[in-house]
């Protein structure tokens, strides 16, 4: 049994070195909502050594509020924004020896490309043929999957759903799932759902690390193979 897991690294606020040394997935962001050059090339080099695949974490250009702030952006103009993220990582982890192998949308632009099919569209069309990483269902990945782009599907331990089978926003109770035995729990009923492909744990947050690590072994002691995106 395989299974990815993944977080966002690059931000800024995250203990890169300690979770690269656990997921098998890196989503490095791009400077627009967080990051910069040289710490998209730290991770990317530090990724390439543990053999990390890395991801283009793209997000609306709006470092104030982390991205995490719905925006009204044209289509050409996000087109070009997401080319302009994904390029850039791309020339970086090129020149670490690896490769960006899949783009994922962040905070609010992953929630709208759910939904609008300009907005996803945009992703797409931005990220040129990269496989897409995303939930289901949604319109991101039913966009990617009709034009013949790979998909993985992916689920979060570490956060509550609705009955609409979306993330509750982080300001309703039971949004943020806490104590590292409960998300490691969850994540190995997750995996063992054959619709998800990778399991997403959030960085930013307390024990972030050690929940990280028991997520890991209980997903390998469960008879689980952690393989990269």
Same mark, same amino acid.
């Given at each position: 049994?395989?299974?990815?897991?993944?977080? /966002?690294?690059?931000?800024?606020?995250?203990?890169?070195?300690?979770?690269?040394?656990?997921?098998?997935?890196?989503?490095?962001?791009?400077?627009?909502?967080?990051?910069?050059?040289?710490?998209?090339?730290?991770?990317?080099?530090?990724?390439?050594?543990?053999?990390?695949?890395?991801?283009?974490?793209?997000?609306? /250009? /709006?470092?104030?509020?982390?991205?995490?702030?719905?925006?009204?952006?044209?289509?050409?103009?996000?087109?070009?924004?997401?080319?302009?993220?994904?390029?850039?990582?791309?020339?970086?982890?090129?020149?670490?020896? &690896?490769?960006?192998?899949?783009?994922?949308?962040?905070?609010?632009?992953?929630?709208?490309?759910?939904?609008?099919?300009?907005?996803?569209?945009?992703?797409? /069309?931005?990220?040129?043929?990269?496989?897409?990483?995303?939930?289901?269902?949604?319109?991101?990945?039913?966009?990617?999957?009709?034009?013949?782009?790979?998909?993985?599907?992916?689920?979060?331990?570490?956060?509550?759903?609705?009955?609409?089978?979306?993330?509750?926003?982080?300001?309703l109770p039971g949004a943020l799932i806490e104590g590292a035995g409960t998300v490691a729990a969850r994540a190995v009923e997750l995996a063992q759902d054959p619709g998800f492909d990778s399991l997403c744990l959030h960085?930013?947050?307390?024990?972030?690390?050690? &929940?990280?690590?028991?997520?890991?072994?209980?997903?390998?002691?469960?008879?689980?193979?952690?393989?990269?995106?």
């Amino acid at each position: 049994m395989h299974v990815d897991l993944n977080a /966002d690294l690059g931000e800024e606020i995250t203990d890169d070195a300690a979770l690269l040394e656990v997921v098998s997935s890196a989503n490095v962001a791009c400077g627009y909502h967080a990051g910069s050059a040289a710490i998209m090339r730290e991770v990317c080099a530090r990724a390439t050594a543990l053999g990390v695949s890395i991801g283009a974490q793209v997000s609306y /250009d /709006d470092r104030p509020h982390f991205g995490r702030v719905v925006r009204d952006v044209e289509y050409e103009v996000l087109r070009e924004q997401v080319a302009d993220q994904v390029g850039q990582l791309s020339s970086i982890a090129e020149s670490e020896g &690896t490769r960006v192998r899949y783009v994922k949308p962040h905070g609010a632009l992953y929630h709208r490309a759910m939904d609008d099919p300009d907005q996803a569209r945009a992703v797409l /069309d931005g990220s040129g043929d990269l496989p897409v990483l995303g939930m289901v269902p949604g319109v991101l990945l039913d966009l990617a999957s009709t034009s013949g782009r790979r998909t993985w599907s992916e689920a979060f331990p570490d956060r509550g759903y609705g009955p609409d089978g979306r993330l509750l926003s982080r300001e309703l109770p039971g949004a943020l799932i806490e104590g590292a035995g409960t998300v490691a729990a969850r994540a190995v009923e997750l995996a063992q759902d054959p619709g998800f492909d990778s399991l997403c744990l959030h960085g930013d947050n307390p024990g972030a690390v050690e &929940t990280a690590r028991r997520v890991r072994r209980e997903l390998v002691r469960a008879g689980f193979v952690l393989r990269g995106l």
